[in-house]
């Protein structure tokens, strides 16, 4: 398999994992003690790409403040990251596409 198209789903993989985070957070923006969850993965792929080796998405804690209730989720930026998301996940998804229709073309299918 090609590094672009690795890279390119470990990006959608990746993606798809920060969507389930937000999911959860969003499912306990109202649960006392419930701590955000960020998922990483952008600075492990770009070193990936740029010195070899391999990317890993990594789930942390956030470090917002804590509210009264111990709860630290904002709902607002929580549904800012789901669109943010989502936009990047089809981006990706599109990129993906496109390379397989250019590889389909250069072997004597359409473009």
Do not use: C, K, R, W
Request: without cysteine; proline residues 3%.
């Amino acid at each position: 398999m090609s590094t672009t198209v690795e890279a390119l789903s470990f990006a959608l993989d990746a993606l798809q994992a920060q969507s389930a985070a937000i999911a959860n957070n969003v499912a306990n923006v109202d649960t006392p003690g419930y701590i955000q969850e960020n998922v990483s993965f952008a600075s492990s792929l770009a070193a990936a790409l740029q010195h070899g080796g391999t990317a890993s998405v990594s789930v942390e804690p956030s470090t917002n403040p804590v509210g009264l209730d111990g709860n630290n989720v904002s709902l607002a930026q929580q549904l800012t990251e789901a669109t943010t998301n989502a936009m990047d996940y089809q981006a990706v998804a599109n990129q993906l596409t496109t390379y397989f229709q250019i590889l389909s073309g250069s072997m004597g299918g359409q473009f």
